[in-house]
Nanobody
Framework: QVQLAESGGGLVQAGGSLRLSCTAS??????????MGWYRQAPGKQRELVAQ???????NYADSVKGRFTISRDNAENTVYLQMNSLKPEDTAVYYC?????????????WGQGTQVTVSS
């Protein structure tokens, strides 16, 4: 079993910055491949991809956050970060960490509990 622990959410004014962290723990020694990323869900909307960091170090961003958000990863610490700059009120949502892990040749998907990000205008 793998657990994801998120931190770093909060309330910030428009134009401000926040940094989210997500650390995976548990059966990580058995993981042979991992894609980690962040999704968000605003009230009344579907959960959407924000950014992903793949096993080959490639990254993928939603168009709405390109140039403002940066995803990075520390493999030694099993941690993925999301640096969010120039935040806008429309970035307000619950942000969820996701990890797609290959364990014993099978892929498993894990989610964190979510962290609230609120951007005031």
């Amino acid at each position: 079993q793998v657990q994801l622990a998120e931190s770093g959410g909060g309330l910030v004014q428009a134009g401000g910055s926040l940094r989210l962290s997500c650390t995976a723990s548990g059966r990580m020694s058995s993981v042979i491949g991992a894609r980690m990323g962040w999704y968000r869900q605003a009230p009344g909307k579907q959960r959407e991809l924000v950014a992903q960091y793949d096993n080959d170090r490639s990254t993928n961003y939603a168009d709405s956050v390109k140039g403002r958000f940066t995803i990075s990863r520390d493999n030694a610490e099993n941690t993925v970060y999301l640096q969010m700059n120039s935040l806008k009120p429309e970035d307000t949502a619950v942000y969820y960490c996701n990890a797609d892990l290959v364990i014993d040749s099978k892929m498993y998907s894990y989610w964190g509990q979510g962290t609230q990000v609120t951007v005031s205008s």
